[in-house]
């Protein structure tokens, strides 16, 4: 298929067209790239909701199809203008398909089929594959602007096909090359070498797990993208919930993270492993680059609640869970917070002992969510710290949030409930909330108070 460049783009599309393509394509609406002998395919992410985009380049003929409105009365589209300006500017994003429709784009005709699903993820694989080795043959000279926007474009197509952590890998060895190519002086090579070693590993485990080499379901949501049904969740009942932390973020791949941490403090463990005592987290992932997804944050939990019907996700603790029907739970705030305590953790030594049997597989968690009942806070130049009743202390990390510091201070808490993790080679924790009697103190002044 021949080439085209901006200029013809430009003529085909008109100027207005042109410069609104031009837009959606800097804010990487051009998703899921592919292509044939003859024909390229996308989808564009408009205003309202999400087009397909196919458009036949035959000779000098280019025939475009777009399911927007407005393609009925001007067929060069901004959405066709994206995908031909993104054809023009990096041919390399379109992912070669040997049949005349690829298997993402087929799904209006048929569902989509197991063996289609592969066929995009080993397309995305051969992609990243071949930038990470040219990188390597060629070191930072291939550190280019050019090369750091065709990651750009392998970064969104992983995204697109949900290749979660590949896509993250992606976006930290691009951070990483744009740090080189605008403040050579701040690059570091190591961190740039842990970035590429980790984007390789993540695409062979990719192939280990589709050769059915590793069997771990748990990875499969992280790995290829996997959506789970509720049909595939495993059915509680009757659970007990306080919820400890409540966080929001943004991702660096384009998402906005809302989370619940709540310990389990009473359940009806009718012939299933007992949760009681376990953390859990509630999730709900928004997408950034939808203008059109307005959706108000994940709610927080006033009082600790019933979970009447649940169901927990497969993956590694702490496990997600997916509310059916909840209720009032029968405990006061007081009581709640009583029972949580009694199942902290009250040896550092144990929860090092735990944070390594969690984190000994390459893609397991690398931090640990725990509440823990310390002896008391130690204070020093250095900052504060946790002793436990054997006399065994651990920092905590430098970014713990001020208002949690000054919390600390001010109230004597039973436990703090947040991440253990390994931070300069020291085992730091990072607390998210504070447990006092009465109290849950969280950092961003949400209080739960009996």
């Known amino acids: 298929m021949r080439g085209l460049s901006d200029t013809e783009v430009r003529q085909l599309c008109g100027e207005s067209s042109f410069r609104a393509g031009m837009k959606y394509l800097q804010e990487q609406r051009v998703l899921k790239t592919a292509r044939t002998e003859e024909r390229l395919f996308a989808e564009v992410v408009g205003s309202g909701t999400t087009y397909r985009v196919t458009i036949a380049i035959k000779d000098e003929e280019v025939i475009p199809y777009c399911e927007c409105p407005a393609a009925r009365r001007h067929p060069f589209c901004k959405h066709v203008s994206a995908v031909l300006i993104a054809w023009a500017q990096s041919p390399e994003r379109f992912l070669v398909s040997e049949s005349e429709v690829p298997p993402r784009i087929q799904r209006v005709r048929a569902k989509r089929t197991k063996a289609s699903r592969e066929e995009v993820i080993e397309a995305g694989l051969k992609t990243a594959e071949a930038f990470m080795i040219d990188l390597c043959r060629r070191g930072l000279v291939a550190a280019t602007p050019e090369r750091l926007k065709a990651l750009a474009d392998i970064e969104a197509n992983l995204q697109a096909y949900k290749l979660r952590r590949l896509s993250r890998g992606a976006t930290g060895l691009k951070m990483e090359i744009q740090r080189a190519i605008q403040d050579p002086e701040a690059f570091q090579i190591p961190r740039y070498a842990e970035r590429l070693k980790d984007l390789w590993f993540t695409a062979r485990a990719i192939r280990r797990y589709l050769e059915g080499a590793l069997a771990d379901e748990r990875l499969a949501e992280d790995l290829i993208g996997k959506t789970w049904r509720d049909s595939d969740l495993e059915e509680r009942r009757e659970l007990d919930l306080l919820?400890?932390?409540?966080?929001?973020?943004?991702?660096?791949?384009?998402?906005?993270?809302?989370?619940?941490?709540?310990?389990?403090?009473?359940?009806?463990?009718?012939?299933?492993?007992?949760?009681?005592?376990?953390?859990?987290?509630?999730?709900?992932?928004?997408?950034?680059?939808?203008?059109?997804?307005?959706?108000?944050?994940?709610?927080?939990?006033?009082?600790?609640?019933?979970?009447?019907?649940?169901?927990?996700?497969?993956?590694?603790?702490?496990?997600?869970?997916?509310?059916?029907?909840?209720?009032?739970?029968?405990?006061?705030?007081?009581?709640?917070?009583?029972?949580?305590?009694?199942?902290?953790?009250?040896?550092?030594?144990?929860?090092?002992?735990?944070?390594?049997?969690?984190?000994?597989?390459?893609?397991?968690?690398?931090?640990?969510?725990?509440?823990?009942?310390?002896?008391?806070?130690?204070?020093?130049?250095?900052?504060?710290?946790?002793?436990?009743?054997?006399?065994?202390?651990?920092?905590?990390?430098?970014?713990t949030p001020p208002a949690v510091q000054i919390a600390l201070m001010k109230h004597t808490p039973l436990a703090l409930f947040g991440r253990w993790m390994v931070r300069d080679h020291r085992f730091v924790f990072q607390p998210l909330s504070l447990l006092t009697e009465h109290l849950v103190i969280k950092p961003n002044g949400y209080t739960l108070d009996g």
């Open 243 to 399: 919820e400890l932390a409540y966080e929001s973020r943004e991702t660096e791949t384009g998402f906005r993270v809302d989370a619940s941490y709540l310990i389990c403090i009473g359940e009806d463990t009718s012939g299933q492993p007992a949760l009681k005592g376990q953390i859990l987290r509630e999730v709900k992932i928004v997408p950034l680059h939808r203008a059109d997804l307005q959706e108000a944050p994940k709610p927080r939990y006033d009082h600790p609640l019933r979970a009447v019907r649940a169901g927990l996700y497969p993956g590694y603790p702490p496990w997600r869970i997916k509310f059916f029907q909840t209720a009032p739970c029968p405990l006061g705030l007081s009581e709640s917070i009583a029972q949580a305590i009694e199942h902290a953790e009250r040896s550092i030594a144990a929860l090092w002992q735990k944070f390594l049997e969690d984190t000994i597989q390459p893609f397991s968690p690398t931090e640990r969510l725990a509440l823990i009942a310390p002896r008391g806070i130690l204070a020093s130049v250095e900052g504060l710290a946790l002793v436990d009743s054997e006399g065994t202390w651990a920092p905590l990390d430098p970014d």
